[in-house]
């Protein structure tokens, strides 16, 4: 059973920047589609980030530029570096394995129970 745990999240004035971290336990990220995913207030949960093995790194169009998604093997841990933050990305941001499709959420089968990001004005 893979597990997801997220940390890092908090509150940061727009313009700055947060590095969320995604722990994975059961298995080797590198086995899976690892993806960040978030969800605001009143709003569906999107897709934001995405990376695998073998195909490498895909992003949202509102956060291309601005948002890296990497991995540490050797910690199993994989990441979100957020940079130029403004109030809109203030959400929950999720962290999730799966296989198949890299930015469909019904593609991904584990979540981490989510860290909040707010960013102030």
């Known amino acids: 059973q893979v597990q997801l745990v997220e940390s890092g999240g908090g509150l940061v004035q727009a313009g700055g920047s947060l590095r969320l971290s995604c722990a994975v336990s059961g298995s080797t990220f590198s086995g899976y589609n690892m993806a960040w995913f978030r969800q605001a207030p009143g709003r569906e949960r999107e897709f934001v980030a995405a990376m695998s093995w073998t195909r490498g790194a895909y992003y949202a169009a509102s956060v291309e530029g601005r948002f890296i998604i990497s991995g540490d093997n050797a910690k199993n841990t994989v990441y979100l570096q957020m940079n130029s933050l403004n109030p809109e990305d203030t959400a929950v941001y999720y962290c999730?394995?799966?296989?198949?499709?890299?930015?469909?959420?019904?593609?991904?089968?584990?979540w981490g129970q989510g860290t909040q990001v707010t960013v102030s004005s």
């Open positions: 999730a394995a799966g296989a198949v499709s890299l930015t469909t959420i019904e593609a991904y089968r584990y």
